[in-house]
């Protein structure tokens, strides 16, 4: 930036401090400020044609206007049909502020619809209110047209008789930008929501266009979908600039919810003279503003860590997912194509801009060259979530449709509001031949020079000096693993990313008695066993009658107790239904107890054979599966016990010949499949046991079954695998292939230091070795 426009930010920095203290927070200097000079601009390069603009209103009527007529007189993409110029107004100004404000709203409602949509996200009326309420609405535009202040596109002299240089659209655009910097960095609390620090974005730029920029298409479109104040956009269209490309090939979409922030970029791209038609104010969420269409380019670092629980609400009905932008074709474990739901969770959004995204690449028949997207996000996009998740199956199908090119961990801190890792995820649908199949991961989490003062939580940027180290490593598609290089790359096939998540059982062991004290406890709900108790003890008889009617002095008693439950479950604690069918039980264990003893089962299997016997030879009326649960009340793990059997089959039984068919298990291996041959043609299935059931990420590149036995056979012998709830998942952990210990020190570095030590504690340490 040069000298010129340095002063001049300066001199519109001071305005704010001047004119806004005690009227404005601080924190909203910038959207009081940044309208005005907008409007100074745009008013500026207006006043030329200001006659000529009267003239046509004056002939056809202001009810008649055309406005494309308007805009050839203007020779811009906007026009104003009041009366009123900010020089006109200051010039007529009275001592009155509500003649001052009326006048004020006449000039802004003049202006053509697309600035009056920039000043009503700005909220700019309420805030011309409040300026002429405080007596500062004259000052702001006396400051803002001030003779020192150059905004129009014609030279001139300051009061001093210096030569103010005429302000171009480029420079116009720099000044703006770098007036949002400022106060963006002023109120970095605020900043990383939707300014990202130019080095950053420099940096997607050049990575997303520099290894194309021989073979780019005659139309170059752009999108970012969390477009924030449009600096993604701006930094490419100069980085276009730089190569040669024109501002009619460049064509420009976003999207950004925001008000404030929506109308910044939007007034950034008009005082520019780019066509701001493509930039929406809405939700990308929950809004497909661009359905249908599709670009060649995409920038975005959109929010992570941010809830989207509130948008959920609105993209499914009831249970059903209605916007198919978050549905993904995949394959399950039996490579059966399924149409799946990949909404993340809904404390975090942020990978659901990548299908954003994903959805709107333009595809090869369109655009030969491929489209190319660079978008940052934070390391739990990287493996958050198990395998069967939105997380997990959003990055599955980046990685088994090729459309990963490389990952790139930027150093900490170099955003405003976060010191946390972050990442570029460069992601493409046309690769070079060298690339397919390939996924790079490059870590230039060194690769920063250290800023003087904090920005916030900035205390870095990655230099050009940097930049385009980073980029050397990315072009050249090369491991490099030097401990004195700022940039490590290392090159890995895509399958080294995805696992099987394989459910590995044991069998459930029960040691069986019965027990008076068990007996007593059926009486009770096993959910809510204190409440349970609580309500028989206080209301006796009573619970097998219904307690429906004390319903809220229970409700009392919870409160009181600061006990949480739902109307639903105190239906159950009260319904004498239920009291009479645990009483029935309890009797019938009673019985049971009678005849069958308290002598110890060690296996479950004999002794519920004993339950049923003795219900049989007692004639009581009591259903298999009450049995049933009565022998497991009687009962608790023991891992000396014998397996509960679940199931017996035979050799041509479904369950076996699915297992046979679909995943191809052998019959020399069926027992380590779950189904433990018994006899000549018969097998056993077990019950499992869920606290003892565990789960193996297996790379798919290793083998299920040999992994099996190398790396859980030798340490469980009774275990086994359950192949039908296998799941592909996806997860790429940095750490596991970057990160380099420390080596421990030696005993003897430890001994040198404390005997050092020792020497200012009298040799109390030394004796220690003696």
Request: charged content about 30%; overall charge negative; some cysteine.
């Amino acid at each position: 930036m040069d000298n010129s426009h340095s002063q001049m930010v300066s001199l519109i920095w001071n305005i704010a401090d001047d004119v806004l203290r005690d009227i404005f927070l601080r924190g909203q200097y910038r959207d009081v400020i940044l309208p005005m000079v907008i409007l100074r601009r745009l008013d500026a390069l207006l006043e030329p044609t200001k006659d000529e603009v009267e003239q046509e209103i004056k002939d056809t009527g202001l009810e008649n206007l055309d406005e494309g007529v308007l805009k050839d007189i203007t020779g811009l993409s906007y026009f104003n049909t009041s009366k009123w110029t900010l020089n006109r107004l200051k010039s007529q100004a009275s001592d009155n502020n509500d003649i001052l404000y009326d006048n004020f709203v006449e000039y802004l409602n003049g202006y053509s619809d697309n600035v009056r949509d920039v000043l009503k996200n700005f909220e700019y009326y309420s805030k011309a209110r409040k300026l002429a309420d405080n007596d500062r609405l004259l000052s702001i535009i006396e400051r803002i047209t001030d003779a020192r202040i150059n905004l129009t596109d014609k030279e001139t002299t300051d009061p001093d008789g210096l030569t103010l240089p005429a302000l171009t659209n480029v420079g116009m655009g720099t000044v703006f930008e770098e007036l949002l910097r400022k106060f963006n960095e002023e109120n970095n609390e605020e900043a990383g929501e939707h300014f990202t620090p130019r080095d950053a974005i420099s940096l997607l730029a050049h990575l997303v266009f520099e290894p194309v920029k021989s073979n780019l298409p005659k139309i170059i479109s752009l999108f970012d979908p969390a477009c924030g104040s449009g600096g993604m956009l701006t930094e490419c269209r100069e980085y276009l600039h730089s190569i040669g490309v024109k501002d009619a090939a460049i064509q420009f979409a976003g999207t950004e919810t925001s008000a404030e922030t929506y109308a910044i970029c939007k007034s950034d791209l008009i005082i520019k003279g780019v066509d701001p038609s493509g930039i929406c104010h809405g939700n990308t969420i929950t809004e497909d503003n661009f359905a249908g269409k599709s670009f060649g380019y995409m920038l975005a670092n959109p929010p992570y860590g941010k809830s989207w629980k509130e948008d959920k609400k609105k993209i499914y009905h009831e249970k059903e997912l209605l916007d198919h932008r978050f549905e993904l074709s995949l394959s399950n474990f039996t490579g059966v194509q399924e149409k799946l739901d990949c909404t993340p969770r809904t404390s975090d959004g942020q990978l659901l801009f990548i299908l954003e995204e994903i959805d709107k690449m333009k595809p090869l028949e369109f655009q030969p060259q491929g489209s190319r997207i660079a978008s940052i996000h934070n390391g739990s996009a990287l493996f958050t979530g198990d395998a069967g998740s939105g997380e997990s199956n959003i990055r599955r199908y980046l990685i088994e449709n090729d459309l990963v090119d490389c990952i790139i961990q930027l150093p900490n801190n170099i955003f405003y509001n976060t010191g946390i890792s972050t990442y570029v995820w460069i992601l493409t649908n046309k690769k070079s031949n060298k690339r397919k199949g390939k996924i790079q991961l490059i870590d230039a989490s060194q690769a920063f020079e250290k800023l003087r003062k904090n920005l916030g939580s900035r205390n870095c940027t990655i230099t050009p000096k940097y930049r385009d180290l980073i980029l050397k490593v990315y072009k050249n598609f090369e491991e490099t693993d030097s401990d004195d290089s700022k940039v490590v790359s290392k090159i890995f096939d895509g399958d080294d990313f995805r696992y099987y998540n394989v459910t590995i059982e044991r069998p459930l062991r029960l040691r069986s008695q019965f027990s008076q004290i068990k007996i007593d406890e059926m009486l009770y709900d096993k959910g809510e066993l204190e409440m349970s108790k609580w309500l028989y003890q206080t209301y006796g008889k009573r619970v097998f009658e219904g307690l429906e009617s004390e319903i809220p002095a229970i409700k009392e008693y919870l409160a009181e107790n600061e006990i949480k439950m739902t109307d639903k479950k105190i239906a159950n604690l009260v319904s004498s239904k239920k009291w009479e069918e645990r009483k029935a039980m309890m009797d019938a264990a009673k019985k049971l107890m009678k005849e069958i003893g308290t002598d110890v089962y060690t296996d479950f299997n004999k002794f519920f054979d004993a339950v049923a016997d003795a219900a049989k030879e007692l004639k009581l009326d009591v259903k298999a599966n009450v049995l049933n649960a009565i022998a497991r009340t009687m009962s608790e793990s023991d891992p000396k016990a014998a397996p509960v059997i679940k199931k017996e089959h035979k050799a041509n039984s479904k369950d076996i010949e699915a297992l046979k068919d679909l995943y191809g298990v052998e019959d020399s291996k069926l027992a380590d499949y779950g189904y433990m041959p018994v006899g000549k043609k018969g097998f056993v299935e077990y019950e499992t046991d869920s606290e003892l059931r565990d789960t193996e990420k297996i790379p798919v590149k290793d083998d299920i079954y040999g992994y099996f036995m190398r790396e859980v056979r030798p340490y469980v012998d009774d275990a086994w695998i359950n192949l039908p709830p296998t799941k592909i998942g996806c997860e790429i952990s940095f750490n596991k292939y970057f990160y380099k210990p420390t080596p421990l020190r030696s005993l003897k570095e430890n001994e040198k230091d404390i005997l050092e030590l020792d020497k200012q504690s009298q040799g109390f340490i030394r004796s220690l070795f003696k």
